[in-house]
Structure formats: C-alpha cells, structure tokens
C-alpha cells in the first residue's frame, strides 16, 4: 500500500461548483498536512497547511483532516476557471513541510 | 521576488549522454531539495541537502544519479548516462523557515 494515496481523476465540474478532492494515508505518525495546487508546466505552490484535526478555512478553500480514518480533503466553494490545475495533497511526519510524501495529484477542469 | 530558478528548462538528449541541471534555491533557505515528477508515479523525492550537506539520497538510482550543493547558492543534478526511462520533470524546491517548499519551474527532461 502506497503511503499516500489520491484519486488522479480527471475532475470536471462547470463554474460555480463546489469541489471536493480527497487523500488516504497509511502512517498514523503523519503530523502535517498540505495541500499544492500546480498550474500546467510550473512547480507545485503551497494552498494551504494544517497540522491538526478539523477545518482549516482560507477564502474560497478548506482543507479538512480527519487523523481517526487517515482521510483528508479539499474542498473548493464558488469555483472559478481559475481554479483549473492539478492539486496534490502532501503529508509529513517532521516538523514543518520539510521532506513531505505527496499523493499523484488530482486534475481539475472548471468550466465556465 | 525571490524564486527557486532552474536551468535549463528544457533538455533533450541521446540515451548514454551527460545531463546536468542547476537550481538556484531562495537566498536564506538553508534546505533544498529535488524532486522528479512523471505521470505514472508522481512527484517522488530524490535527494534533499541541508546547509549543503547531503540529508537523504534514497530516492536516487546511486549508480546514474548525483546531486551535489557546491555553494550556498547552486545545486546540481547529473544523470550519467542517461536512459530513456529518466525522461521526466525534474524539480528543484527550497524550504523556507516559514515551513514552506517553494518550488522552481522545473526542467523537462527528455531522452530519446
């Protein structure tokens, strides 16, 4: 079993539309969560990064982790064109992001 | 604007030639990694150097791969020789103290 695991998808939702992407993980002693949003043909940039159980809200975006069944989610509100890219959910057992273990990412299409 | 760079962005090579890749990390971050994404496996960690000194090389076939930081400001990556099967994204990233790997554009590896 991979450590991380992530639905490649592809995704395709019309504009306006609330988006949920979601990892597994196997290793209880993952600490730190994150989520990496990569535009096509650039390096991954960091969206958002929680270290505990519950919701994490920024804007548009909430990142949500359940440590108990080792899922955690992205959810997208009211999304945008925009919001069109890869999403790779990216776990750590250190302190911080340093040495992370990234999922396959999920491509999303959001059409207007 | 500080940004991780890379060169060359592109690279297109014959099996069994020499590949080198430079990254430019964040000036301050003391961290830097390497990173090779494909479709099949996603983003997989190669090697990471803290204050210059390698931390981690599992990742990297040892017999064709190396990774060196000569200076605070310079990483390279050489593939010898390189095989088909190396074709890839490769990226470089730099951790910052703020607990975010802020990656570079990549450089696009392919090798017929």
């Known amino acids: 079993q991979k450590e991380v695991e992530q639905d490649p998808g592809p995704l395709s939702v019309p504009e306006g539309a609330i988006v949920s992407l979601n990892c597994t993980y196997s290793?209880?002693?993952?600490?730190?969560f994150m989520w990496y949003r990569q535009y096509s043909r650039k390096g991954p940039e960091l969206l958002m990064y929680?270290?505990?159980?519950g919701n994490k809200e920024d804007g548009r975006f909430t990142a949500q982790v359940d440590k108990s069944s080792k899922y955690i989610s992205l959810f997208i509100r009211d999304s945008q064109p925009s919001d069109s890219a890869t999403y790779l959910c990216?776990?750590?057992?250190?302190?911080?992001?340093?040495?992370?273990?990234f999922g396959k990412g999920t491509k999303l299409t959001v059409n207007p | 604007d500080a940004r991780v760079t890379q060169t060359p962005r592109h690279k297109v090579t014959e099996m069994g030639q020499e590949v080198t890749m430079r990254c430019q990390p964040i000036?301050?971050?003391?961290?830097v990694f390497w990173y090779r994404q494909t479709m099949m496996q996603g983003l997989e960690l190669l090697a990471y150097f803290r204050n210059r000194a390698p931390l981690d090389d599992s990742g990297m076939p040892k017999d064709r791969f190396s990774a060196e930081m000569p200076d605070a400001t310079l990483a390279t990556l050489k593939i010898q020789p390189s095989e088909p099967r190396d074709s890839a994204v490769y990226f470089c990233?730099?951790?910052?103290?703020?607990?975010?790997?802020?990656f570079g554009p990549g450089t696009r590896l392919t090798v017929t």
């Open positions: 929680t270290y505990s159980s």
């Open positions: 990216a776990i750590s057992t250190q302190g911080g992001s340093e040495k992370l273990v």
């Open positions: 990233a730099s951790y910052s103290p703020t607990y975010e790997q802020y």
């Open positions: 290793n209880s002693a993952f600490q730190y």
């Open positions: 000036l301050g971050h003391n961290t």
